[in-house]
């Protein structure tokens, strides 16, 4: 299987390269190519800049929400965020907006093995709550993460009794795992600020066993339950960093880290489903599964 879902839209160096110099020209660079992500293409511009280019019709408004949101979700970060520089509109050669923002040097949290990201759990904390912040009511609607999570039951239940899963993490003990989540009570305060997306994928390491440098990616950037970004615990850690993660976090309650787990599973389940558990992102999503299992 391949390690993200098929592009619809092919893109490839020149046409960023032809993109910037058609609409940008006085930050016209050599273009490289670095990555295509679950939604996007990622290419290199220059020394200081990256490309984002939706690769895929559903995840086009992803780069309109990142222009519109993330300026004003900086200024409370105590974590560098990917703020656009640029917006690049559509064009006969590509339908999409996209964007350009900066470049910044590190290691992918994706590449590294949940030990090596004990380091960054602190930071992320800190994120988590500098975000978490009464969202307004425009914020971008998210079906996807944020709602209650039995709304995500008629897709994630199934997925689980299917046995898509099994030979990743004991069957019956996510099924407890996803119950025990769907009974705790529901968020009851005002929709929070959500990443909406924080796996590993979208973390990016000073180093290798390093501190955090950046959050990444705020495609699915939305309001809602904040367990659903709590559920970073799983998804990111080993037993030690989500010790260090949930210290971070005192203010949420029991009730809040159980469906934290169910928020978890829902993505690591999808991943796995996906682009099944070779590659960086389906081995992500198959360790997700695994540390929900032992805790």
Do not use: K
């Not at 992918?108 to 988590?128: N, S």
């Not at 897709?155 to 993490?169: E, K, M, N």
């Not at 705790?184 to 501190?211: I, K, Q, T």
């Not at 169910?262 to 690591?268: K, N």
């Amino acid at each position: 299987m391949m390690d993200a879902p098929t592009a619809e839209i092919e893109i490839d160096e020149a046409l960023a390269a032809r993109l910037v110099a058609e609409q940008h020209p006085d930050l016209a660079a050599p273009v490289r190519l670095v990555a295509n992500g679950w939604d996007n293409a990622m290419l290199r511009l220059g020394d200081d800049h990256l490309i984002r280019m939706p690769r895929r019709l559903l995840a086009a408004r992803l780069v309109e929400h990142e222009l519109r949101w993330l300026p004003e979700l900086a200024r409370h970060s105590p974590v560098a965020l990917p703020v656009p520089v640029r917006a690049g509109a559509p064009s006969a050669a590509y339908p999409f907006v996209w964007s350009i923002g900066p470049w910044f040097d590190g290691v992918a949290g994706v590449e590294l093995e949940p030990a090596a990201r004990r380091e960054a759990a602190p930071a992320l904390a800190a994120f988590v709550a500098s975000l978490q912040r009464e969202a307004p009511a425009d914020a971008p609607a998210n079906p996807y993460r944020g709602v209650p999570l039995v709304e995500r039951d008629p897709v994630v239940g199934p997925r689980i009794a299917s046995g898509v899963l099994d030979g990743v993490a004991d069957r019956a003990a996510l099924e407890r795992v996803w119950r025990a989540a769907l009974a705790a009570p529901r968020w009851a305060g005002s929709p929070v600020w959500l990443h909406g997306d924080l796996h590993p994928g979208n973390l990016l390491l000073e180093r290798a066993g390093g501190p955090l440098a950046a959050v990444l990616d705020f495609g699915d950037v939305t309001a809602g339950d904040p367990a659903t970004d709590l559920a970073a615990a799983w998804l990111c850690f080993d037993a030690v960093g989500r010790e260090r993660f949930r210290a971070g976090l005192p203010a949420f309650s029991d009730a809040d880290w159980v469906r934290a787990r169910g928020w978890a599973l829902a993505v690591g389940s999808a991943i796995v489903e996906t682009v099944g558990v070779t590659g960086a992102m389906g081995r992500l999503g198959a360790l997700a599964l695994a540390e929900l299992v032992s805790g």
